[in-house]
């Protein structure tokens, strides 16, 4: 018989894998919607691989629940467990070690996504934190049709000698910090729920195995046990 506490353990991890499944998901279907900062921090490609990882997540939470429920000597279910689990793992270490290596290079990464968004993405960014271009007023295209940089006094308020200071990669790099950081942390913290269940799966399979050849031996003595 599985120790009930190996079971509570066990059910614990179970709850925890289903609720980083559902953060990634909805995370992933609600960043999609219009959000001028998100949408720039973030491509479409980024959500959909945290759709990916949500749905793997998902997935395994439903493995582990069948896996669980078969009958004492059979263990197969909780061995494909472990091998979704491992994969879980892969996909998790992958998709984390990247945004966490695109964070290193934030303030050139978003220089680039700076120059390659929309005029009108660049128009409400300068709205937004009052600022104009991106290292210095004059290093993008600047769009003064409209907006805080069409001012034509704006320019004349800036101090060139400390350009960051009136630019706008302070300000997108803060947001951008503190958002790709929150989210390699919290989808590397999901490696301690896979490996937690993991490890709880492995302690389930040994004590049915056991059980499974304690009975055998017993039935073999004529069920009479061993005392």
């Known amino acids: 018989m599985v120790s009930k506490r190996i079971l509570g353990f066990y059910g614990f991890t179970q709850m925890w894998l ?13 960043w999609k919607s219009p959000n001028l900062m998100i949408n720039f921090t973030f491509h479409d490609i980024d959500l959909t691989a945290g759709l990916i990882l949500g749905i793997f997540l998902l997935v395994t939470f439903f493995i582990s629940v069948f896996a669980v429920l078969q009958k004492n000597h059979v263990t197969i279910g909780l061995v494909i467990l472990n091998w979704a689990l491992i994969a879980d793992g892969i996909v998790v270490l992958v998709i984390g070690t990247i945004i966490w290596f695109y964070s290193l290079h934030q303030r050139q990464n978003y220089f680039d996504v700076f120059k390659a968004s929309s005029p009108q993405t ?21 769009e003064t049709s409209s907006g805080f940089c069409s001012d034509p006094t704006v320019a004349n308020r800036f101090n ?4 960051e200071m009136f630019a706008c990669v302070s300000h ?7 958002t790709l950081n929150n989210t390699f942390t919290t989808i590397y913290g999901y490696m301690a729920i896979v490996i937690s269940l993991f490890l709880a799966s492995l302690c389930i ?8 050849r304690f009975r055998k031996i017993d039935s073999k003595r004529g069920g009479r046990g061993f005392v």
């Open 18 to 30: 289903l609720a980083a499944a559902a953060l990634s998901i909805a995370m992933s279907v609600v």
């Open 122 to 142: 660049r128009i409400d960014i300068q709205n937004k934190f009052s600022c104009c271009g991106y290292f210095a007023f004059n290093d993008t295209t600047m």
């Open 160 to 163: 060139f000698s400390a350009p």
């Open 172 to 178: 997108i790099n803060s947001f951008t910090d503190f």
């Open 205 to 212: 399979i040994h004590q049915r195995v056991e059980t499974e």
